[in-house]
């Protein structure tokens, strides 16, 4: 499997991404802003579908958000259902305050 990378677009907005040949096959597109990391959505592509790999995705962003301290807001379908079915792994990061 290929490494997951977090590239940034700007200051504010990136993913994490996996790249092959050039590339990107997968992604978790996030957002920054004050101490909070928005999950837009994540997208894995079909050849990799089954692999586990959109919850390495979910794992490295949230190794992230520990990291730097940061409070996860999920808009992504997919990071919302993880943290509602797992709500005590992720009580620490998890901004269950926001609300668009």
Known sequence: MNAI?????????????????????????IGLSDKNLTVYHTEVSEKLKGQGVAGQLLSTMVDYARKNKLKVIALCPYVHAQFKRHPDQYADIWNKDWHA
């Open 5 to 29: 990378e977090l590239k940034w677009e700007n200051d504010q907005r990136g993913a994490f991404v996996i790249e092959e040949g050039g590339e990107r096959i997968a992604e978790m597109a």
